[in-house]
């Protein structure tokens, strides 16, 4: 008998993945598959998805194996050799804070979103492409919970995530952001997070960010992020498959796609301001600014990923520009903001170092040294005059991305930007005109988002009645788990540990 | 000029072959280092052929294992057994 000749990969992936499926005869196909119509989208030949990648699911548990087999090595090493002294500075934790509080949980709704996504395309191909994402993005909770968990031990405001996820305000942008997305039919879920989200903006998360972890001595982070990442690309390119399928099925489908293109677009790059400021403010140790990240990865990187997509009528996302303008002043106002908010916030916050605030100035150049250099520096003679600066109300938040109304005007960095939305004899505040259009769009949704100051104020937070009941309810400790970051706990156990090098203690020992 | 296309690995021993191969068969491509990772960026179309890793590492290498070490890329993709390709149709 003859060895028979071994097929190739595109052979092997569609005999391994095609004609698996059926149709159904006991109930009408509309009844099993019941959300992948409405949305409008029109599917003419689920069979012309392709799946650049051509995984196998035995595949796939191979290469996801050897991944977690190198993860569990390195935080198994982290953990014996007392990783976390290894990194640059405490504050640096505010980072990874953030993280953990803000966009674990995310991994864990993806995960969710996914497996309904999946469930509900009647196509094979997106199914499985759903199926194994959806399982990538509960390891990514499950890891990077694993991962921080080490740190728990050390520094404050770790202990509660899954407690402030739901109730902290601050928590509410990136857990709002989500779902929105999940509250949508499944493929806007999917372009919204595999494309908008992971092929268009994560690239800025997951990788300068990461390399900052990298460069902060910080094993654990680099080694999940990393690992998250390779799954990442995955992602990614089911995001554009995706997109390019709907692109391909039917001529209809163009209108609808960019419009979520352009809602998504900017719900995603309002959300990474955050990371942005992760990045200017929060890693000791500085790898890259914000600004040149941007330019990166959406000047150079994501606006070629449109230009690919121009052949199917798709242009650019509506505001690009305007985040582009944006780009040399958006982490320096979050800042100012969280500063401000510290006595309601899991992680702490500081004015800058000098020679952070010469990095800002290379960086950032004449703005950053007219408009917010002169105000950290009056921050920090506040502090070191014995009133360091809190805001203790509560601010007017963005209806759609939740965010603090202070961003300014795309022309005048000195003006506030605000955009009054009205629907049904009801008044609602904007950002920002990508917020508000994203409102107008669908005002019977964005109606019913849950504000949190609006519900703070209503008694609905344990019947809080000032900010510092608020922090309790969110079972954070005044000046241990929140405020200003020099002579905190954390800050003191820090220079204990560096100094001295004794077996650390824990938080039990120092904060509780 | 064409818009350019990337992959980012992970800057460890592995994946050290990859990029060298990478190198060696794209000429326009040029490696940006960051701490834990490198980016590679070429103009228009880049390939990662098996050959070249698997002569670079000494071993058998399948294309799909390029999967442990990769974070991110920017193009479409077309894989086969042999060549791993990126490319912008624009």
């Known amino acids: 008998m003859g060895k028979a000749k071994r097929l190739g990969l595109k052979e092997r992936y569609s005999l391994m993945t095609r004609g698996l499926d059926w149709e159904t005869t006991y109930q009408p196909m509309d009844q099993v598959f019941p959300y992948d119509k409405y949305e409008g989208i029109k599917i003419v030949d689920w069979d012309k998805w392709e799946d650049p990648f051509r995984l196998t699911m035995e595949s796939y548990w191979k290469y996801q194996s050897e991944k977690e087999r190198k993860l569990y090595a390195i935080l198994d090493a982290f953990q014996q050799n007392n990783g976390q002294l290894n990194i640059s500075d405490a504050r640096y934790m505010s980072a990874v804070k953030l993280w953990l509080q803000g966009i674990t949980p995310l991994e864990y709704a993806a995960h969710r979103g996914f497996a309904h996504a999946g469930r509900a395309f009647r196509g094979a191909g997106a199914r499985v492409a759903c199926q194994m994402q959806s399982i990538d993005e509960l390891r990514h909770a499950q890891t990077q919970l694993h991962a921080f968990s080490h740190y728990n031990k050390f520094f404050n405001g770790m202990h509660g995530f899954a407690h402030i996820r739901d109730r902290a305000w601050y928590l509410s942008i990136p857990k709002s952001f989500f779902e929105d997305a999940m509250s949508a039919g499944p493929f806007e879920f999917v372009t919204s997070i595999s494309f908008a989200f992971e092929y268009v903006l994560t690239n800025l998360l997951f990788m300068p960010f990461v390399s900052g972890a990298a460069y902060n001595g910080d094993m654990a982070t680099t080694t999940f992020g990393f690992s998250a990442q390779s799954d990442e690309s995955r992602h990614m390119t089911l995001g554009l498959e995706v997109v390019k399928f709907m692109l391909e099925q039917h001529e209809d489908n163009v209108p609808i796609v960019q419009a979520w293109l352009d809602k998504w677009f900017w719900r995603g790059y309002r959300l990474l301001g955050l990371v942005g400021t992760m990045m200017d403010y929060m890693l000791p140790k500085k790898v890259m600014s914000w600004n040149e990240a941007w330019e990166i990865y959406w000047e150079e990187n994501g606006i070629a990923l449109f230009h690919d997509l121009s052949r199917y009528g798709i242009r650019l996302p509506k505001y690009h520009e305007v985040a582009t303008k944006e780009k040399n002043r958006v982490t320096h106002e979050l800042w100012a903001t969280l500063y401000q908010y510290g006595n309601a916030l899991g992680l702490h916050t500081w004015v800058p170092e000098d020679d952070e605030l010469d990095w800002m100035s290379e960086k950032y150049g004449e703005l950053f040294d007219t408009m917010y250099r002169p105000r950290l520096l009056f921050m920090r003679d506040q502090e070191n005059a014995g009133k360091r600066y809190f805001n203790n109300r509560l601010p007017m938040v963005c209806q759609v991305c939740q965010i603090p109304v202070f961003f300014t005007e795309p022309d005048d960095p000195q003006k506030i930007c605000v955009r009054i939305v009205e629907w049904a004899d009801t008044k609602h505040h904007c950002c920002s005109d990508g917020c508000a259009d994203i409102f107008n769009r669908e005002p019977e949704k964005f109606v019913q988002s849950l504000i949190p100051p609006q519900q703070i104020y209503r008694g609905e937070a344990g019947g809080a009645r000032d900010i510092f009941e608020y922090a309790e309810w969110l079972h954070l400790k005044k000046d241990v788990d929140t405020g200003e970051y020099r002579g905190s706990p954390d800050h003191e156990n820090w220079e204990a540990w560096r100094l001295e090098k004794p077996t650390p203690q824990t938080n039990s020992d120092k904060a509780a | ?90």
Do not use: Y
């Open chain 2, 1 to 90: 000029m064409a818009d350019k296309v990337f992959i980012a690995l992970q800057n460890n021993s592995e994946a050290q072959a990859i990029i060298e191969a990478i190198l060696e068969d794209n000429t326009n491509a040029i490696a940006n280092e960051s701490p834990g990772m490198v980016k590679i960026d070429c103009p228009g179309r880049l390939v990662v052929r098996r050959e070249t890793v698997a002569e670079k590492m000494g071993r058998e290498f399948d294309l799909q294992e390029i999967h442990i070490n990769l974070i991110s890329i920017g193009g479409n993709i077309d894989e086969t057994d042999d060549e791993f390709v990126l490319s912008w149709n624009s």
